[in-house]
């Protein structure tokens, strides 16, 4: 099962920038969907973002759809998400996933549709 490591994460001003990273190990995720998503305290984990394994289908949540970009580099086998415009509602916890199943062609938005998981990075956004 391939590991994911978040990084980028920390604490920034409203309207700030930030990239998160989300590095994969012990496999390719090169053909599995990924997923960003996010848990403020209190609140459920939710979806943000998703890219098809192919990178030709994205899909984002209304919140943060023309702030955020998810994006990947199979070279670098490592998925991320720039957020721009930052709010002090985008704070949380962000998680990156990828797909349970190989070669998924379209932009997953269910958890239950990652199978692999990282430790998550906190983004604090102060207004």
């Known amino acids: 099962q391939v590991q994911l490591v978040e990084s980028g994460g920390g604490l920034v001003q409203a309207g700030d920038s930030v990239r998160l990273s989300c590095a994969a190990s012990?496999?390719?995720?090169?053909?599995?969907?990924m997923g960003w998503f996010r848990q403020a305290p209190g609140k459920e984990r939710g979806f943000v973002a998703a890219?098809?394994?192919?990178?030709?289908?994205?899909y984002y949540a209304d919140s943060v759809k023309g702030r955020f970009t998810i994006s990947r580099d199979n070279a670098k086998n490592t998925v991320y998400l720039q957020m721009n415009s930052l709010k002090p509602e985008d704070t949380a916890v962000y998680y990156c996933?990828?797909?349970?199943?190989?070669?998924?062609?379209?932009?997953?938005?269910?958890?239950?549709?990652?199978?692999?998981w990282g430790q998550g990075t906190q983004v604090t956004v102060s207004s």
């Open positions: 996933a990828a797909a349970r199943i190989l070669y998924v062609n379209y932009a997953l938005s269910t958890p239950s549709g990652f199978g692999s």
């Open positions: 890219l098809s394994y192919g990178g030709g289908n994205v």
């Open positions: 012990g496999g390719t995720i090169t053909n599995r969907a």
